[in-house]
């Protein structure tokens, strides 16, 4: 059905709390992806992932990490986050090591309170 | 890494007009141009790209031109219609393998 799921849609916490986000993808696609999206700031690349355990930091790594051992699912770990943190993040995924046409999640709305 | 300005930020057009955004980038190893459009509470979407060995692309009413030599590439929007109302960023990468760097946004706004 070609979808990026992201879950979930909306979610409040309190700083210093551990945060995941979690993504999946219906289309076996090999490379993964973390941004995230502030006012003004456009799309920032977080963590991208080529394959299972094949993780590489992005232009804004600090404070947070990821996991992916299933080829369709990757994850974002948020340890004791921060109110700067507070952002809407997208998950994507791409066919192959190629970052040509991408598939964007609906994305997560994270407050940080 | 890579830096991508993109410009205007906010661009109001007439219906059946005419709409451009314009988008520069640092480094001379980029070799492909995505431009993705969002609208508002969805998901970026990819609507038209070009690779380094293109001067110019079109799909129906969108057409993308490439100036390597000023490291400058454009999308234009003719025949704007209100769907076309969105935010628009453009994109730049050197390696297939990284990821996509953004510029920061057009909102587009058509009116009657």
């Known amino acids: 059905d070609m979808k990026v799921t992201q879950m979930p849609r909306y979610l409040i916490k309190r700083m210093g709390e551990n945060v995941l986000l979690e993504c999946g993808q219906d289309?076996?696609?090999?490379?993964m992806y973390w941004y995230r999206q502030d006012p003004g700031l456009g799309l920032q690349l977080i963590y991208i992932?080529?394959?299972?355990?094949?993780?590489s930091e992005g232009d804004i790594p600090k404070g947070y990490r990821v996991s992916r051992k299933k080829r369709e699912h990757f994850s974002l770990i948020l340890d004791s986050a921060k109110t700067n943190q507070t952002s809407v993040y997208f998950c994507?995924?791409?066919?192959?090591?190629?970052?040509?046409?991408?598939?964007f999640g609906h994305g997560t709305k994270l407050s940080v309170l | 890494g890579e830096q991508v300005e993109q410009l205007p930020s906010i661009l109001r057009v007439q219906e059946r007009s005419s709409a451009s955004i314009n988008c520069t980038y640092e480094?001379?190893?980029?070799?492909?141009f995505p431009w993705y459009k969002q609208e508002p509470g969805e998901n970026p979407k990819l609507i038209i790209d070009?690779?380094?060995?293109?001067e110019r692309k079109q799909i129906q009413g969108l057409i993308v031109l490439l100036d390597k030599k000023a490291k400058r590439f454009s999308l234009h929007i003719t025949d704007t219609q209100p769907a076309d109302s969105a935010m628009y960023f453009c994109a730049a990468s050197e390696d297939y393998a990284q990821g996509l760097t953004f510029g920061l946004g057009t909102r587009v706004s058509v009116f009657p």
């Open positions: 994507a995924s791409s066919a192959g090591l190629s970052n040509e046409r991408l598939f």
């Open positions: 480094n001379s190893a980029s070799n492909y």
């Open positions: 992932s080529y394959d299972v355990d094949s993780n």
């Open positions: 289309m076996s696609h090999e490379t």
């Open positions: 070009i690779r380094s060995n293109m």
